[in-house]
């Protein structure tokens, strides 16, 4: 690793690149932005406080780190350039598949160049869109998948790695197509689940227009997913389709056989099965999956105005930052529980302060 | 409708028929308890302030409005005994599925007793259990099926209607059948994709360690549900088969409709799923769907420690209550925006507090 402060060029500066753009000024790097449509460039300068470069190559062209932050079609052409005007850079890019951009670039650049290629995919993002509501806070402690192609080197892979844990990630490294089998299972397939589950009751609704009156909590979890931008996910979607057609065909056998349960009154069966994803869920609910050094209170919400109000006053003025909070709805709907995510080092602090303003808290993690 | 207050009788007085009773005695309801397990109607006595019966007899002798609130498979037994034990009272229940539990009564009743079976299924209530977490506003605002047989006898219908307005719920009327069908949408539905797909997920974590830390909040989100109580489910799917058979087929035609646009590569047919899917999402999320009388506000939440805690403080001091409070994920979990619930008669306050302290809320609903 060098002692100097990274030199960092962002290639698409919209959410994702602008958000990596601040988590690495922040650390003393030097960051300049540069976006095929020059105002996002700019407003992304203003707001990253990083330079707006005039062109890909005074972009790129003396960095030590090069992020390719563009939607999934534009990732491998953007990357053999910039391996081409950044002789000395590693080149990241952050996309959501990793296999299918890898063979596009691979056909594309000379071997020595692959070489400084080190996809990466950071499992973090937002709903929204732009510079605008991009923020560092979106880097920390998320887990950030490296994928380098078995020719990459060395050095450049732990340059890389260095790096990503400076701006506050947790790398997490595996080859590309591991990293698409699990992503299929794990983001895609929950997106097509939730999707389809939409898309159904939209129709249904069409006959039945009072279906989605009756449609509470568990409903809306399930089909949050489904407002998620389609463009993008088509996208993505269609470049990991084997790895998705798999997990969907296990997930169709999933289905099928609890409908044979179902249809068959093997209630002894149904309830093996739910009682083995009842246990699995609750060990997710207790682990610090995706965020390092947090712990999880789970917090009764008593039946008096402003509860949760009092809850969240009561913690900052304790002096304790929420990671995240959850509200834990019923299988039905109805009220329930906060599930809420602070520090490591706040747990106990955050329990005495909930304890003493009349909440029960449980620390699940 | 009568003009003296009822005398309701609770059978079974878990987390739902407590709630029920607490919701009747703040409008006047002389309350009853009984449950066959006595400990339990002690406890939910207390809690409920109403008279804990000796006898499932005592309880409802003279009762003009009796709700069975147990589990699916003990309704039909204690609606023919309540039937014969209470000649004067309309008899409801509170059963996740309808036509199933019909059929078990109209088989052990005569028909007179028949005429005053009026069945229903508020769909409302909370993942905890036992009278010590029953709150009369589990009632509050939530849809109230009223599925009546077509035996049923149109005064009592009205009258049990009557009575559900008036300790706060919203009646929807539909026979039992259609009851049943739509739950098995809405609700049975993503009960079962959202178990088989945890279930699938850690069978796969069996080989694949890693898999659940790339597990953002779109999967967290989809599998929530998975956490259910399994003999509960076992016996509300077990109740409504073919209903859910029936979903499920449809619901695997739509997974196998997008595995096969995905394999294909038909980018314009995914796209246009999606986008369908999408439009119907943000259809659900702008309406009050359960909750009549409630605005919803979409409200970024800026990157700084504590504002989520400025936020319902904020809403707090301004008197606004808070009546549920999302934050909604983006598709790979990350930061949000939070979706607020609160009356509609409150939603042009709450906005005007939200801005006074530098938030940026959007009306949804």
């Known amino acids: ?28 790097c030097t960051v300049a932005g540069w976006d095929a449509e020059p105002s996002i460039a700019r407003r992304a300068s203003q707001i990253g406080g990083f330079r707006a470069a005039v062109s890909m190559d005074d972009a790129v062209s003396d960095a030590d780190i090069v992020v390719v ?55 973090g993002g937002s709903e929204r869109s732009g510079p605008e509501h991009a923020s560092a806070s979106i880097v920390d402690g998320i887990v950030w998948v490296v994928s380098p192609p078995h020719q990459a080197d060395l050095t450049r892979i732990e340059r890389l790695e260095g790096w990503i844990a400076r701006i506050g990630a947790q790398v997490v490294r595996m080859d590309p197509g591991r990293h698409d089998r699990l992503v299929a299972f794990v983001s895609h397939l929950p997106q097509v ?55 969907l065909d296990i997930y169709a056998a999933r289905l099928q056989a609890l409908r044979r349960q179902i249809l ?38 008593p039946d008096r105005p402003g509860a949760l109000a009092s809850l969240t006053a009561a913690l900052g003025e304790g002096g304790v930052n929420i990671e995240d909070l959850q509200i834990v709805h019923s299988p039905e709907g109805g009220r329930g529980t906060v599930h809420l995510m602070v520090a490591t080092d706040a747990a106990g602090s955050a329990a005495t302060v909930l304890a003493a303003n009349d909440f029960d808290p449980t620390r699940l993690a």
């Open 264 to 301: 068959e009154g093997d209630g002894v069966g149904v309830e093996t099965t739910f009682e083995r994803a009842k246990v699995a869920r609750l060990r997710l609910a207790t682990k610090a999956t995706v965020r390092a050094g947090v712990a999880v209170l789970q917090v009764p919400v």
């Open 193 to 247: 689940a939730s999707t389809a589950l939409m898309d159904l009751a939209a129709t249904e609704e069409a006959d039945e227009p009072e279906l989605l009156l009756l449609a509470a909590g568990g409903f809306r979890d399930l089909t949050r997913l489904a407002s998620s931008n389609p463009a993008l996910w088509s996208d993505i979607l269609l470049s990991n389709r084997e790895a998705i057609a798999e997990a």
């Open 1 to 28: 690793m060098t002692s100097t402060p990274d030199r960092v060029a962002i290639v698409g500066t919209g959410l994702i690149g602008t958000s990596i753009g601040l988590a690495a000024a922040r650390v003393g």
């Open 69 to 123: 932050a563009t939607p999934i079609p534009a990732i491998a052409g953007l990357v053999a350039r910039v391996l081409e005007s950044a002789p000395g850079a590693v080149v990241t890019d952050v996309g959501s598949v990793k296999s299918h951009v890898l063979a596009d670039v691979t056909s594309a650049v000379p071997l020595a160049d692959l070489r400084r290629y080190v996809p990466g995919h950071p499992m």
